[in-house]
């Protein structure tokens, strides 16, 4: 069963014909969620890097709006820059992204939620049980970005160099074709971080139009710089402070050069109330086990 929270509509979301949830943000950043199901509240933070939007799920191995609906009260978002959610022009950063989240808990009334985040999804997580420890129950990290001895800080970059090549060689009105012809930035990197909203809205794209490449080239270098900080290994806290991370965690290592197995293991290993299962806990033969397995893990630790 799906249940919405308010309903608010911009101007953009009268173009969109949207009618689901949103909030806005404090710095006027319009940020879409869904609700699903009821129970207690466990608050889905997406894979996808910039694209990290509530639709990434259903492209998942574990598919948690299908799984848990039935027991607990789901809150998905579209982080700013993705899905329906409508992003000011400005850069990246986990202070808005932390705003963006207080204000969906907010909004939906939601004083304590389990977490469950996805790749970049992690990364919100672990920021937001930094700054709001009393605000999370539990967490379970999927994939978990970071570096480490196989990667290097040019993994997470080499995204964006498409996107300052075109807007360096050919200009802005081919930054603005490349996001008319596909807005998904994962998919498109020429079309840069801010593409949805210039294929959406006509005002924003001569906003961004006007920018210039210069400015627009100094924009992305600050975004991904933002997204993707000089701060190994997990990118939004430090070391030290998952050594004493409050929340009991439950992580599925990646195995791939975003996602290094070494990360999640190190997170197991350091945070002083986590547990790692395999890096093949979502194959064939070991996926329901660890459906379960996530289950339990988030029913042990609902308040009572």
Same mark, same amino acid.
């Given at each position: 069963?799906?249940?919405?929270?308010?309903?608010?509509?911009?101007?953009?979301?009268?173009?969109?014909?949207?009618?689901?949830?949103?909030?806005?943000?404090?710095?006027?950043?319009?940020?879409?969620?869904?609700?699903?199901?009821?129970?207690?509240?466990?608050?889905?933070?997406?894979?996808?890097?910039?694209?990290?939007?509530?639709?990434?799920?259903?492209?998942?191995?574990?598919?948690?709006?299908?799984?848990?609906?039935?027991?607990?009260?789901?809150?998905?978002?579209?982080?700013?820059?993705?899905?329906?959610?409508? *992003?000011?022009?400005?850069?990246?950063?986990?202070?808005?992204? /932390?705003?963006?989240? #207080? &204000?969906?808990?907010? +909004? =939906?009334? !939601?004083?304590?939620?389990?977490?469950?985040?996805?790749?970049?999804?992690?990364?919100?997580?672990?920021?937001?049980?930094?700054?709001?420890?009393?605000?999370?129950?539990?967490?379970?990290?999927?994939?978990?970005?970071?570096?480490?001895?196989?990667?290097? *800080?040019?993994?997470?970059?080499?995204?964006?160099?498409?996107? /300052?090549?075109?807007? #360096? &060689?050919?200009?802005? +009105? =081919?930054? !603005?074709?490349?996001?008319?012809?596909?807005?998904?930035?994962?998919?498109?990197?020429?079309?840069?971080?801010?593409?949805?909203?210039?294929?959406?809205?006509?005002?924003?794209?001569?906003?961004?139009?006007?920018?210039?490449?210069?400015?627009?080239?100094?924009?992305?270098?600050?975004?991904?710089?933002?997204?993707?900080?000089?701060?190994?290994?997990?990118?939004?806290?430090?070391?030290?402070?998952?050594?004493?991370?409050?929340?009991?965690?439950?992580?599925?290592?990646?195995?791939?050069?975003?996602?290094?197995?070494?990360?999640?293991?190190?997170?197991?290993?350091?945070?002083?109330?986590?547990?790692?299962?395999?890096?093949?806990?979502?194959?064939?033969?070991?996926?329901?086990?660890?459906?379960?397995?996530?289950?339990?893990?988030?029913?042990?630790?609902?308040?009572?």
């Amino acid at each position: 069963m799906r249940y919405r929270t308010t309903r608010r509509k911009t101007p953009e979301h009268e173009r969109r014909g949207n009618d689901m949830p949103d909030v806005t943000s404090h710095d006027g950043a319009i940020i879409h969620y869904e609700v699903f199901g009821s129970g207690y509240p466990l608050v889905l933070i997406a894979p996808g890097g910039v694209n990290s939007e509530l639709a990434s799920w259903q492209r998942s191995t574990i598919k948690p709006v299908d799984l848990f609906a039935d027991e607990f009260m789901l809150i998905a978002m579209d982080q700013r820059y993705a899905g329906q959610s409508i *992003p000011p022009l400005k850069p990246f950063s986990y202070d808005d992204a /932390m705003h963006d989240i #207080r &204000a969906v808990l907010d +909004d =939906a009334g !939601v004083e304590k939620a389990h977490f469950m985040g996805g790749c970049i999804g992690c990364a919100y997580i672990w920021r937001f049980i930094h700054d709001h420890p009393d605000r999370v129950s539990a967490a379970v990290g999927q994939d978990p970005v970071g570096l480490d001895h196989t990667n290097s *800080p040019d993994v997470f970059y080499r995204m964006f160099h498409e996107t /300052m090549r075109l807007a #360096r &060689a050919e200009g802005m +009105d =081919a930054v !603005v074709n490349a996001a008319m012809e596909n807005p998904t930035f994962v998919m498109n990197n020429a079309a840069g971080p801010f593409a949805r909203r210039i294929h959406d809205d006509p005002a924003f794209r001569q906003e961004v139009i006007d920018m210039g490449r210069e400015r627009y080239i100094l924009l992305i270098t600050a975004f991904r710089d933002g997204i993707w900080p000089q701060n190994p290994p997990y990118f939004t806290v430090s070391e030290d402070w998952m050594r004493t991370c409050p929340a009991p965690l439950l992580v599925l290592p990646g195995n791939d050069p975003f996602h290094p197995t070494s990360v999640g293991e190190q997170i197991c290993r350091e945070a002083p109330n986590a547990r790692c299962l395999d890096v093949d806990a979502r194959s064939e033969e070991k996926l329901p086990g660890t459906i379960e397995t996530l289950r339990e893990f988030l029913r042990t630790n609902t308040p009572a």
